[in-house]
């Protein structure tokens, strides 16, 4: 049988076998080789076609691709489309005479052609949520971290603690908002119940504009901490045994072998987590539409609110079309750094 290297040299010097000498004779005419050191004939093309992992899998990959493309990829396309016009919700969209009206109002306000009302623009919308996304993602990565640290010291009932911690993500954002909206009664609520006990309250935070961005916040972080302490406690238990023994013999503490020596090394979990709670916090429309509806007050108004307010209470279809753009791009704009990492290290 011929060595693969010893073919694919043969290829790259016109079929000449390595020492130089004439083409071989299984070479000679100019055909190519087989794995096996063969002559690769018409019909082992036509089967070679036919026998590709990709060909042969394609009833499984290719109807659901086909799905994703129309129902998901094809509704995005239209949406951007639907964006430039001026549909309103009713009759059918003038695809004619596109432009970026719907944009500017978003960014400048004013009276649009497709309404006589004025239309404010989106940055307090928009500041809303990259404060809420700042704000969750970075105490729920602290405390994911935190719980990881704690629950890697190999304590009793290990797995009943990761269950219990983890348990808050499997509920939807429904079922939290009013689990949350019971916590924060000021009659009845636990946690006015408990700042009673210390002589405080009761306190008003569903209705307070100052603490309304702060309860979702906190309510997520509730939900979703969990999830972060599994991913960084899946990377500290890929760090090596060694790595914690060098630390302790080169006399660190506690605090400085975890700060110097091992959190430096959980850099692909943090990015993995943070991405993941990012785009959760891009799409709590349901937790504050089930807190406050559709109109959640200046101070809690997120673009996902907004956006739903336009289109399905305003009726100004095209313009809740372009916040769901920018929603878009926010969305893109942090999961394509992390594809793009992930394909360069090889994972994709």
């Not at 998901?72 to 489309?81: D, E, L, R, T």
């Not at 004025?118 to 809420?132: A, C, E, H, M, R």
């Not at 901490?225 to 045994?241: E, F, H, Q």
Request: with cysteine; charged share 15%.
């Amino acid at each position: 049988m011929h060595n693969p290297l010893t073919i694919l040299r043969r290829r790259l010097s016109g079929g000449r076998n390595t020492r130089g000498g004439e083409p071989s004779d299984a070479n000679r005419d100019g055909s190519d080789l087989r794995a096996d050191g063969g002559e690769v004939t018409a019909a082992d093309e036509g089967e070679s076609f036919f026998q590709r992992d990709s060909v042969r899998s394609a009833p499984f990959w290719l109807p659901p691709a086909l799905l994703i493309g129309v129902f998901v990829y094809g509704a995005i396309a239209w949406n951007i489309v639907l964006s430039l016009t001026d549909f309103t919700g009713l009759g059918t969209p003038d695809y004619s005479s596109l432009d970026f009206e719907n944009y500017v109002i978003a960014f400048q306000g004013g009276t649009p052609s497709w309404s006589d009302l004025t239309v404010d623009p989106i940055w307090n919308s928009l500041g809303n949520t990259v404060i809420l996304i700042v704000a969750f993602t970075a105490v729920c990565l602290a405390l994911g971290l935190l719980l990881a640290i704690l629950v890697d010291q190999e304590i009793r009932f290990e797995n009943t603690f990761r269950t219990i911690y983890l348990l808050p993500m499997s509920l939807s954002f429904v079922v939290t908002a009013k689990f949350w909206l019971y916590m924060y009664n000021p009659q009845t609520g636990l946690i006015n119940i408990a700042l009673g006990v210390v002589g405080i309250g009761p306190v008003e935070i569903i209705q307070n504009p100052d603490l309304k961005l702060a309860a979702v916040a906190f309510a997520l972080v509730w939900q979703f901490s969990g999830y972060a302490m599994v991913v960084y406690l899946a990377g500290l238990r890929a760090i090596p045994d060694s790595h914690f023994e060098a630390a302790r013999v080169d006399g660190a503490s506690t605090v400085k072998m975890y700060w110097r020596v091992i959190i430096p090394q959980l850099r692909t979990a943090t990015v993995s987590a943070l991405v993941v709670l990012t785009v959760f916090a891009l799409k709590a429309f349901d937790f504050l539409y089930s807190m406050y509806g559709y109109q959640p007050g200046p101070s809690a108004d997120i673009l996902a609110t907004r956006m739903v307010r336009e289109a399905y209470s305003n009726g100004n279809w095209a313009y809740g079309s372009a916040i769901a753009v920018v929603l878009f791009l926010m969305a893109l704009a942090i999961v394509s750094p992390y594809i793009y990492s992930q394909y360069k290290r090889g994972a994709l």
